[in-house]
C-alpha cells in the first residue's frame, strides 16, 4: 500500500518537500514520517503538523493529496520510486530527478523537471515557465521526459541537452532557447523567438497555424519527419497519446538557429513560409 | 507608566547654496547640480517651489518636491505618536513572530542603508527584494546569459562618435542624458562635440529623440528580436530570406545592410535602450536586451560598441551591487533556510503579497501602494507592515510602524551608483534631526 499523504489546512507559505523521497521514506513508519521536520518559510515543522499519514512507502509509491501549490521541490533529486500528486504543486517540482516518475494530477509552477537527467513526469494540467530549465544555475535537462497535457509558460526546453519534452496545449515565449540538443513537441501554438539560439535539437510545431520562425532560420525542404514514428510510442507509453498520423505526414523544416551552430530543426506542420 | 519621549523633529532651514548636489530624479544621477533657496523662503522650507536648481530640469524639480517632508513625529505605531525605541521594538514584535518577513523597496536608499537591509534579511530569515523594479531584473538576468559589453558613460563622453538610440526616448525619460554623456559634450576624441558625433534612432515609435537623429529606421512595432537578428545575421555574412526579413521587421533588408554598414564603420560606438519606455517592452525586455547585447558583442568583432540601458531614477545599480557583493547571489532572495536561496517564480513584492507567501513586510523609502490595484492593497492590510519613508504616503498611512527618516540627497547622505556603476557621494543639502534609513535599519539588525 502507497504512503498517502494528506494536507490538513491550506498553506500559504511555501513548504520544502525536497527532501521527501520514496527510498527514504520507505524504512519509516507513519509516526516517524510525522516526525521529519519540513522549512516552512524560516521555521522546521513537523510533517505530522501539515500532512495526515497513513500507508507505507515500503512499495516504493508516494501519494500527495491536496492543495500543494505552495510546495516546492517535490521529487527533487528522486532516484526510483514514484510520486503521485492529488493537486497541484509549485515549483521545481522533479528537479534534478535521475528515475522514477512522478505524475501531477493537477497543475505545476515553474521549472517543472529542472535540470532533470533521467526519468518521467506526466502533469495533467497546465506549467509554468522554465520547464526543464534550472533559471538558478542556467542549465538545462539531460535526460528523462516531460509530457504536458495543458499549456506551458515561457522558455520552455531552454537549453535542453538531452531528452524530450512534450506539451499539448500552447507555449509561451522562447521555446528551446539556446538549446544545445533534445526533443521539444509543441501540440499548440508556440510563442516568439521559439528555437533562438538553438545549437542542435529538434523543434516540432503540430499546429496548423503559421508559425513565427526568426529571420536566422533557413527554411529547409518538406519531409516526413521518421523520428515521430519512434517517438510517438514512446509518449503513449507514459500516458501522452499523440495521433500516429503525425509520423507521415508532410512537414516543413526550417534549419537554425544560423547564429549559433545552426544545426537544430524546427518541423512545422504548416507548409506555408512561416509568419 | 512614564509618557514616552515624542520626537517632534524641528524645521531646518536650508543653508543658502550648495554645488556639486546629486540628483536621482532619473537614471543619469547627475551630480553637478546647484540648490539656491530663495531669499523670500525662510517662512516655510516644505514649499518646493523655494528651492532653485541649476540648471533648471523638470524632474530634478519634481524630484526635490518630493523629498520635502512635513513636519511630524519620528516614529508612529498604528498611527500613535512614539519613541524610536518604542518602534523598533514593535518592529522586534512583528519580526519575532513572523515566519516568513518581506524586505522590499530598497531602491531610493542609499548603499549603505542596502546593506544594512541585507543583514536584516540574513538575520531574520526573510526575503529580500534584490532588484528596482521587474523590468530591472529582466534585464540583468539578460546581462548574465549574454554576457555584457560596457563602459563608464565618461567613456561615451570622450569617445562615442557614434550613438544608438534603440527605443529610448531620453529627451523625455532622462531629459539631460544628451548634454552630459552622449550627444553634446565636447570630449578627447570627439572635440567638436555634436558635429563630431552621428545619432541613429532605432525604434517602432518615433517619439522626441527620433526628431534630433540623423539616421532613423523605423520597424514593426514588438519586432524588436526579429530585427536583431536580422543584425547579428547580416554581421555573421547568414544568407536572410529577403521576404521573411521585410514581412517580420517591415524594413527592407537594404536598409538593415546599410545601417550595419554604417555602425561598422565607427570608431567607438554606445547603444542606449530603454526597457520601461513602453508596457510592451518592459514585457519583452529579457529578450530584447538579450538580443541587443549579443549584437552589441558582434559589433565589437570590427570595432568598438558598449552596451548601457537607460534605468529608472534611484539606486537601483546600487542595490544589485550590494546583493551582489555581501550574498553572491541577485533578484528575489529568500533566506528562510540561512543560505540565500534565489526565488525564480515571482517577479514583484505584489506577487509575494498577493499569493501570502509572506505574513509582514517592511517597505523602505519607497510607496507600494501608490501603484497596487485595491486587491493588493486589501491583502497588504492582512500582514504587519513597518515602513521608513520621509513623507506621508499611502504605504506609510495604513502602516503599522513608521519611521519618519530624513530623505537621501535632501536631508541625509550616502553612497549611491550610477547605472553604469560609478560610485557617486551624495551630500545633504539641509540637516534634519530625523534619523537616516541607514540609522533605523542598523537599529534593527542589532535587535535580532
Known amino acids: ?275 | 507608566m512614564a509618557e514616552p519621549t515624542i520626537e517632534t523633529p524641528p524645521t531646518v532651514a536650508l543653508t543658502d547654496h550648495h554645488s556639486d548636489v546629486v540628483c536621482m530624479g532619473c537614471g543619469c544621477l547627475c551630480d553637478d547640480l546647484s540648490t539656491q533657496q530663495r531669499s523670500d523662503s525662510s517662512s516655510d522650507s516644505a514649499d518646493p517651489g523655494m528651492l532653485t536648481i541649476l540648471p533648471a530640469c523638470s524632474l530634478a524639480h519634481e524630484w526635490f518636491a518630493g523629498l520635502m517632508a512635513e513636519d511630524g513625529p519620528a516614529c508612529l505605531v498604528r498611527g500613535r505618536p512614539v519613541s524610536i525605541e518604542e518602534g523598533t521594538a514593535a518592529v522586534r514584535a512583528i519580526l519575532a513572530t513572523a515566519k516568513r518577513p518581506l524586505i522590499a523597496g530598497l531602491s531610493n536608499t542609499s548603499v549603505e542603508a542596502q546593506r544594512e537591509a541585507v543583514h536584516l534579511a540574513e538575520r531574520w530569515r526573510g526575503v529580500l527584494m534584490g532588484h528596482a523594479s521587474p523590468v530591472a531584473a529582466r534585464v540583468h538576468r539578460a546581462a548574465q546569459a549574454a554576457g555584457l559589453v560596457t563602459s563608464t558613460l565618461g567613456e561615451v563622453r570622450q569617445r562615442a562618435d557614434v550613438v544608438v538610440l534603440w527605443n529610448a526616448d531620453p529627451v523625455v525619460t532622462h531629459p539631460r542624458h544628451f548634454e552630459r554623456y552622449s550627444l553634446h559634450p565636447k570630449g578627447r576624441f570627439v572635440p567638436r562635440g555634436r558635429k563630431d558625433r552621428q545619432l541613429i534612432w532605432i525604434g517602432s515609435t518615433p517619439c522626441a529623440s527620433s526628431e534630433l537623429a540623423d539616421i532613423k529606421v523605423i520597424f514593426a512595432p514588438g519586432r524588436d528580436v526579429e530585427a536583431l537578428s536580422v543584425l547579428q545575421g547580416i554581421l555573421n555574412g547568414v544568407e536572410l530570406d529577403e521576404k521573411m526579413v521585410l514581412r517580420q521587421t517591415g524594413v527592407s533588408p537594404d536598409v538593415w545592410r546599410d545601417l550595419s554598414t554604417t555602425l561598422r564603420q565607427a570608431r567607438y560606438g554606445a547603444v542606449f535602450y530603454d526597457p520601461n519606455l513602453s508596457p510592451e517592452s518592459a514585457i519583452h525586455a529579457e529578450h530584447d536586451a538579450r538580443a541587443l547585447m549579443q549584437w552589441v558583442t558582434l559589433l565589437n568583432e570590427t570595432t568598438s560598441f558598449v552596451f548601457h540601458a537607460l534605468t529608472e531614477g534611484g539606486n537601483g545599480s546600487g542595490l544589485e551591487q550590494v546583493v551582489a557583493w555581501t550574498t553572491g547571489r541577485s533578484g528575489i532572495l529568500d533566506f528562510g533556510s540561512g543560505v540565500p536561496t534565489v526565488l525564480t517564480d515571482v517577479d514583484s513584492a505584489q506577487d509575494l503579497i498577493s499569493r501570502r507567501s509572506v505574513d509582514a513586510a517592511l517597505f523602505v523609502s519607497s510607496d507600494p501602494l501608490r501603484e497596487w490595484e485595491p486587491a493588493e492593497w486589501r491583502r497588504l492590510g492582512f500582514i504587519p507592515t513597518v515602513v521608513l519613508s520621509n513623507s506621508s504616503t499611502a504605504t506609510s498611512s495604513s502602516a503599522t510602524v513608521w519611521f519618519r527618516t530624513a530623505p537621501l540627497s535632501y536631508a541625509a547622505g550616502g553612497t549611491v551608483f550610477r547605472s553604469d556603476g560609478v560610485a557617486l557621494r551624495v551630500r545633504p543639502i539641509t540637516s534634519s534631526a530625523l534619523p537616516s534609513d541607514e540609522e533605523i535599519l542598523r537599529r534593527l539588525v542589532c535587535l535580532a
Not at chain 1, 510525522?34 to 499519514?53: A, H, P
Not at chain 1, 491536496?66 to 516546492?72: I, R, Y
Open chain 1, 1 to 275: 500500500m502507497a504512503l498517502h499523504l494528506t494536507t490538513r489546512t491550506h498553506w500559504t507559505l511555501p513548504i520544502d518537500l525536497s527532501g521527501e523521497l520514496p527510498g527514504l521514506l520507505a524504512p519509516l513508519s507513519p509516526s516517524e514520517v510525522g516526525k521529519r521536520k519540513l522549512l516552512v518559510g524560516r521555521e522546521q515543522v513537523d510533517l505530522g503538523e501539515i500532512f495526515s499519514i497513513s500507508g507505507s512507502a515500503g512499495d516504493g509509491v508516494v501519494v500527495w493529496e491536496g492543495d500543494l501549490s505552495t510546495a516546492f521541490g517535490i521529487g527533487h533529486l528522486l532516484k526510483e520510486g514514484q510520486v503521485t500528486v492529488r493537486g497541484s504543486v509549485g515549483s521545481y517540482c522533479g528537479s534534478q530527478m535521475k528515475g522514477g516518475s512522478i505524475v501531477v494530477e493537477g497543475s505545476a509552477g515553474t521549472s517543472v523537471g529542472a535540470a532533470m537527467a533521467g526519468g518521467t513526469i506526466h502533469v495533467l494540467g497546465s506549467c509554468g515557465n522554465d520547464v526543464g530549465h534550472d533559471p538558478r544555475r542556467g542549465v538545462g535537462m539531460t535526460g528523462g521526459t516531460i509530457v504536458v497535457d495543458g499549456s506551458a509558460g515561457t522558455h520552455v526546453g531552454r537549453t535542453i541537452r538531452r531528452g524530450t519534452i512534450a506539451v499539448r496545449g500552447s507555449v509561451g515565449e522562447g521555446a528551446v532557447m539556446d538549446a544545445i540538443a533534445g526533443t521539444v513537441i509543441v501540440m499548440g501554438k508556440s510563442g516568439r523567438n521559439a528555437g533562438s539560439g538553438m545549437r542542435r535539437g529538434s523543434l516540432f510545431l503540430l499546429d496548423d497555424a503559421p508559425p513565427e520562425i526568426l529571420p536566422t532560420f533557413q527554411r529547409g525542404r518538406s519531409l516526413k519527419p521518421l523520428i515521430l514514428s519512434l517517438l510517438l510510442p514512446h509518449l503513449a507509453s507514459i500516458g501522452f497519446k499523440i495521433d500516429p498520423s503525425f509520423a507521415h505526414r508532410d512537414m516543413r523544416l526550417y534549419h537554425g538557429d544560423m547564429l549559433s551552430l545552426g544545426l537544430g530543426e524546427i518541423f512545422s506542420v504548416h507548409q506555408g513560409d512561416g509568419e
